[in-house]
């Protein structure tokens, strides 16, 4: 089967711009998680969504992070306007069962 | 809020030693979950312990989840250059009431192996 698909892999911006980044979960997976890595330190939960559902949100930064999952299938996440403490790397994670994610390639955000 | 810490954050080893990393959480989990990332690469799901005191082996690694479920191990033995990366844990809790609820990570072991 297809894995997490995530798009752009690379992504440099300045500071202000907005920047969407994109991922498809495996197919039939309801359960699809935004995570962050910043400057190589822990990976952090962002949020959860169960279908097109939002579950948990608590991780979010700020309201210039704006997620979306179109029919419970791929999400988007949106910087507006970015700004240099997002930059990152982004990691999109689906699952279907109680067991472990099946994380994406990542998106490497770089805002100067 | 739940934090997980994990020591040590990097380890040198030479090849055909033993490795261990620890990881510890502020609540009681419902689960751990252990993940390696390759350099340039996503995290890759290991394993996942449940049981109080569980213990679970892949080849070399051993995996231990403690007896009050806040503690957890990954050890792993006569370590060959194919096992570098960054070893992370990560727990879940039952704050949320979803079993598929998020996992919060630990900080990660830097596990360098040299030749």
């Known amino acids: 089967e297809a894995g997490v698909t995530q798009f752009p892999s690379h992504s440099v911006i300045e500071k202000g711009q907005t920047v969407t980044l994109r991922c498809d979960p495996i197919s039939g997976h309801d359960n699809l998680y935004w995570y962050r890595r910043v400057m190589g330190k822990e990976i952090k939960f962002l949020l959860h969504?169960?279908?097109?559902?939002?579950?948990?949100e608590s991780g979010m930064p700020n309201n210039r992070f704006l997620a979306e999952r179109t029919g419970g299938t791929y999400s988007t996440l949106k910087v507006q306007p970015a700004e240099l403490e997002d930059s990152g790397v982004y990691f999109c994670?689906?699952?279907?069962?109680?067991?472990?994610?099946?994380f994406g390639s990542g998106t490497r955000l770089t805002v100067v | 809020g739940q934090q997980v810490m994990q020591i040590p954050q990097y380890q040198h080893v030479q090849e055909g030693e033993d490795f261990t990393t620890y990881c510890n959480s502020s609540t009681t989990l419902s689960n751990i979950q252990w993940y390696k990332q390759r350099p340039g690469g996503h995290p890759v799901f290991l394993i996942q312990l449940v049981k109080s005191g569980e213990v679970k082996k892949q080849k070399r690694l051993t995996f231990q989840f403690g007896e009050a479920k806040k503690n957890s191990s990954l050890h792993i033995t006569a370590t060959q250059t194919t096992d570098v990366g960054t070893y992370f844990c990560a727990g879940r809790d039952n704050a949320g009431g979803t079993s598929y609820g998020k996992l919060t990570f630990g900080q990660g072991t830097i596990l360098t192996v040299h030749p």
């Open positions: 994670a689906s699952s279907l069962t109680r067991d472990g994610y099946t």
């Open positions: 969504f169960v279908k097109e559902s939002k579950q948990d």
